[in-house]
C-alpha cells in the first residue's frame, strides 16, 4: 500500500507466473449438476442487479415475503429482503421433515476409528434443537437480541447449539475451540454475553483435551474488565460423563444433560426474524487492534449460503457432503451448518485431524459414508500428500465434486488434489472469499466453466470484481499487473457491519475506493477486500494474498498486530515485528523480529517467553516458527518498522535497496544471523 514509505506494494509488483493448462468439467459431472445454464451470466449481469437476487431470497421459506430485495439507501449499510420475515433455525430443520425427517442430517465422527460415527436425522435434529432451545429461554430466560458466546470444539452439540439460538433469534458467537482463555474472553466482553456455553473437553488426534479450563479463565479475565458471565453452560463430550478435571463452580455453571431432560418433548415456535437481524458473529482479524466481530444478517446470510451451496457446491439432498473445516471458522458455520441443512443434505461434523491415525483416514471416512462432496483447504491437501501420496488409491470412494479454500493453491498441489483424491472423475472449485462476505466471491461455476489450477476464477453469479491500482484506476484483464481486488455491487451474503463499531466497518471496507462519501448510489461504494489479485485475459481472478497487516496461517486469519503486544507483553522486550515466511505445508507461518530493552540480554528462555505468551493470548495456532532476538529492527527515518525487509531476510529473498533506511547496517546484521542460523539446521 502507498504508505509513504517509498515501498512498491505487494499488489503492485507485476507477478508473472505460467498460465496454466484448463481441465473441463468431468462429462459425468455436467450431466447431473444443479448449474448447467450458459444464460446464467446474462441474468446475473449488472444491469439486472439487485433484482437477480430473487432467486436466492427464494430458495428459502419465509413468514412473510419482503418488498425490497435491496435497500441501498445508506450505504454502505447494505440492507436485504426488507419486509420479509424468517426463522433460519425453521429452514435447515422444520421444513425438511416432511419430506426427509428419517434423513441423515447430521453425522459425528469421533477422533477415534473405535468410537462409532453418530448419524442424527433431520427428526432427531429438530428434537434436540427444540429441547435446547426451550431450556435456553425458559430455563436460562434468553430473548431475541441476546448474545451467547459459544466456545465449543467439533462436536454436533455445536450446530444443535446455533440452531437452537437461530430459533430463538439469540445471537451466537462462536470461538474457535482451540482459541485461548483469552481469546475467548475478549469477545464475550465486546459481544456483551452473559452466558458462555463449553464442553468438558474433546479428543484430538488421540489425546484428550480438557477444554473447561479455558472456560473458567474466560470467566475470570472477563470478570477482571468488569464483565460478569452469569451461566457456563457444559456440553458433555461423553454423555453422562462429567470429565472435566476443573470442577463446576456453584451458581454459575451447568451440565446440560443434568437439566435437559426436564425439557423433553418440548417445543419452541420458530421467532419471526426480520431479514436484516442478525443471526451471528463472527470475529476476525484485521490490520489494528483486536478482532472485529462481522455482524451476519438472517436473510441475506441465509440466503446466500444457500444459493452458494446450490450453485457451486451443487450440493443436493441426496449427496454425503463433508467440509473438513472448523465451525468455529465462517466455512464452518456456512457450509457445515447452515448451507447444507437449508438444502436439506447430510453434512459431516470431524472431530478429529485429517491425518490421524494416518493419512488414510480421510479416504476411509470417505468410503464408508460414501461421501461425495469433499470441502477442504490448500494446508490439509498438502498435508496429505505429504504424509500418504498414494493413500487414497486404497481406498473405494467417488468424489463429484471437491472444494479448495482459504489460500492460494499452488498448481502442483492443485493437480495432485485432481489426479490422486479425486481421480480425475471429481469437478474442483477454488472458492475465494472471507468472514465477512458470508460465502463465496470468486469460482468457477463447476458445470459451466474449465478448471485452471491455481486460479479462483471469475465473480460467482452476482458478483462483479474488479481489480484498482493504489490511485483507482481500474487494472485491465491480461495486463500481467497485480492490484487490490474489489466488488462492485453489494451482496446479500455481505456483513451488514461491524459489531459495535460502525465507523470501522466503513473504513475498512469503504473508504478506500469510494470518490463520495455522500453518495446514495451503491456504485460508489465498491468492496475493499483486503487482497491483492491478478486478473487474466480470461477473466479468471488469481488471488496473490492479504495486502494488509493480516497473515494467514493454513488458511487461519491471524493479525500481526496481534501477535506483536502479545510478545510485548514479556518483560525485556523492547519492540517486536511479525513476517509470513513461506511454508511448505502450511503456507505461511510467522516468525517474530524481537529486540530487546536496554540491558536485558538474549536467552532461549526469552524466546521461549514470547511464544508461550503469544498461545496464551491467542492459541496455539499463533506460535511462531521462529523467534529471532536481534539488537534492533530496521526502521525508515520515520521510525516505521521496515516488516517486508524482515520477510524477505527470513525468507532468503533479495532485500532491495536498504540504503535509506534509518539503520541500514541492521539489515546485514539480521541476515547475516538468519543465514547461520539456517545453515545450522540444514
Ligand atoms: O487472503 C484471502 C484468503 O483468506 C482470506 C480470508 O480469510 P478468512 O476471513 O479467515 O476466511 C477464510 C475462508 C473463507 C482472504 O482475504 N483466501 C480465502 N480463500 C482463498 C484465499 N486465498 C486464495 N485463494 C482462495 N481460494
Known amino acids: 500500500m502507498a504508505d509513504g514509505s517509498g515501498e512498491v506494494s505487494a499488489s503492485e509488483i507485476a507477478v508473472h507466473w ?112 427444540n429441547e435446547f432451545a426451550a431450556y435456553l429461554r425458559d430455563g436460562i430466560g434468553l430473548r431475541r437480541g441476546d448474545r451467547v458466546t459459544v466456545h465449543l470444539p467439533m462436536l454436533a452439540e455445536l450446530a444443535v447449539t446455533m440452531l437452537a439460538c437461530a430459533r430463538l433469534g439469540v445471537i451466537h458467537s462462536v470461538v474457535f475451540g482451540g482459541f485461548s482463555a483469552q481469546a475467548c474472553a475478549d469477545r464475550i466482553v465486546d459481544s456483551g454475553s452473559s452466558v458462555l456455553i463449553t464442553s468438558d473437553g474433546y479428543w484430538r488426534a488421540g489425546k484428550w483435551i480438557d477444554h473447561k479450563e479455558k472456560a473458567d479463565q474466560a470467566c475470570d479475565l472477563a470478570a477482571g474488565e468488569d464483565h460478569r458471565v452469569e451461566k457456563v453452560l457444559i456440553w458433555e463430550r461423553h454423555r453422562g460423563q462429567y470429565r472435566s478435571e476443573h470442577p463446576l463452580v456453584e451458581g454459575r455453571d451447568v451440565v ?68 473438513m473445516a472448523d465451525i468455529g471458522w465462517i466455512t464452518g458455520h456456512s457450509f457445515i451448518v447452515y448451507g447444507p441443512l437449508s438444502l436439506g443434505a447430510s453434512s459431516i461434523i470431524y472431530e478429529g485431524v485429517p491425518n490421524h491415525p494416518d493419512a488414510g483416514r480421510p479416504w476411509r471416512i470417505a468410503e464408508r459414508l460414501d461421501v461425495n462432496i469433499l470441502h477442504t483447504s490448500p494446508t490439509a491437501i498438502r498435508l496429505l500428500r505429504k504424509d500418504g501420496p498414494e493413500e487414497p488409491k486404497k481406498y473405494k470412494y467417488h468424489f463429484k465434486l471437491m472444494v479448495t479454500v482459504g489460500e492460494p493453491i499452488e498448481p502442483d498441489v492443485w493437480r ?31 458445470a459451466l466453466l474449465p478448471m485452471k489450477p491455481g486460479s479462483a476464477g471469475p465473480g460467482v453469479p452476482g458478483i462483479h470484481p474488479v481489480i484498482y491500482d493504489n490511485e483507482g484506476n481500474e487494472v485491465p484483464a491480461g495486463t500481467g499487473k497485480g492490484g487490490n481486488i474489489c466488488i462492485r455491487n ?85 519492540e517486536a515485528a511479525v513476517v509470513a515466511t513461506r511454508d511448505e505445508i502450511k503456507g505461511i507461518m510467522p516468525e517474530i523480529f524481537v529486540s530487546l530493552a536496554p540491558g536485558v540480554s538474549p536467552s532461549e528462555e526469552l524466546g521461549r517467553r514470547v511464544i508461550d505468551s503469544i498461545v496464551r493470548e491467542i492459541g496455539p495456532i499463533a506460535r511462531p516458527r521462529k523467534v529471532w532476538l536481534v539488537p534492533d529492527l530496521p526502521k525508515t527515518r520515520s521510525g516505521k518498522i521496515m516488516r517486508r525487509v524482515l520477510a524477505s531476510v527470513s525468507n532468503r529473498e533479495d532485500v532491495g535497496d536498504v540504503t535509506s533506511l534509518a539503520n541500514p547496517e541492521i539489515v546485514e546484521q539480521i541476515r547475516e544471523m538468519v543465514q547461520a542460523e539456517r545453515l545450522g539446521h540444514t
Request: charged share 25%; proline share 7%; hydrophobic share 35%.
Open 18 to 129: 505460467q498460465e496454466e493448462e484448463y481441465y473441463p468439467p468431468p462429462p459425468d459431472f455436467v450431466a447431473q449438476a444443479n448449474l448447467t445454464d450458459p444464460k446464467v451470466s446474462e441474468r446475473f449481469a449488472l444491469e439486472n442487479f439487485p433484482d437477480y437476487y430473487h432467486e436466492f431470497g427464494d430458495l428459502l421459506d419465509w413468514y412473510k415475503p419482503w418488498d425490497t430485495v435491496l435497500d441501498s439507501t445508506n450505504p454502505p449499510f447494505w440492507r436485504w429482503f426488507v419486509g420479509g420475515e424468517l426463522n433460519a433455525s425453521y429452514n435447515c430443520v422444520d421444513r425438511h421433515l416432511a419430506g426427509s425427517k428419517n434423513k441423515t442430517a447430521l453425522y459425528f465422527i469421533p477422533d477415534s476409528e473405535d468410537e462409532p460415527i453418530e448419524a442424527i436425522t433431520y427428526q432427531e435434529l429438530y428434537v434436540r434443537v
Open 416 to 446: 495432485w488434489y485432481y489426479n490422486v483424491v479425486g481421480q480425475q472423475e471429481s469437478a474442483i472449485v477454488d472458492t475465494w472469499w472471507q468472514t465477512e462476505n458470508g460465502g463465496f466471491l470468486c469460482s468457477t461455476v463447476p
Open 490 to 574: 453489494p451482496w446479500p451474503g455481505s456483513m451488514m457491519g461491524i459489531w459495535g463499531n460502525p465507523d470501522r466497518y466503513v473504513a475498512t471496507y469503504y473508504a478506500r475506493y469510494c470518490k463520495d462519501r455522500e453518495s446514495k448510489d451503491w456504485r460508489d461504494w465498491p468492496y475493499f477486500a483486503g487482497d491483492g489479485a491478478m486478473l487474466a485475459s480470461d477473466g479468471y481472478f488469481r488471488i496473490l494474498g492479504r495486502i494488509d497487516d493480516v497473515i494467514n496461517v493454513a488458511g487461519h486469519r491471524l493479525g500481526t498486530k496481534e501477535l506483536e503486544s502479545a510478545a510485548l507483553m514479556v518483560p525485556g522486550v523492547a
Open 256 to 323: 446440560i444433560d443434568d437439566v435437559i431432560g426436564e425439557f423433553r418433548g418440548q417445543r419452541v415456535e420458530p421467532e419471526h426474524m426480520r431479514a436484516d437481524e442478525t443471526l451471528f458473529l463472527m470475529y476476525t482479524s484485521g490490520s489494528t487492534g483486536k478482532p472485529k466481530a462481522a455482524q451476519h444478517s438472517t436473510g441475506g446470510y441465509l440466503s446466500y449460503v444457500t444459493a452458494m451451496s446450490k450453485l457451486i457446491l451443487d450440493l443436493k439432498p441426496t449427496d454425503v457432503y463433508w467440509c
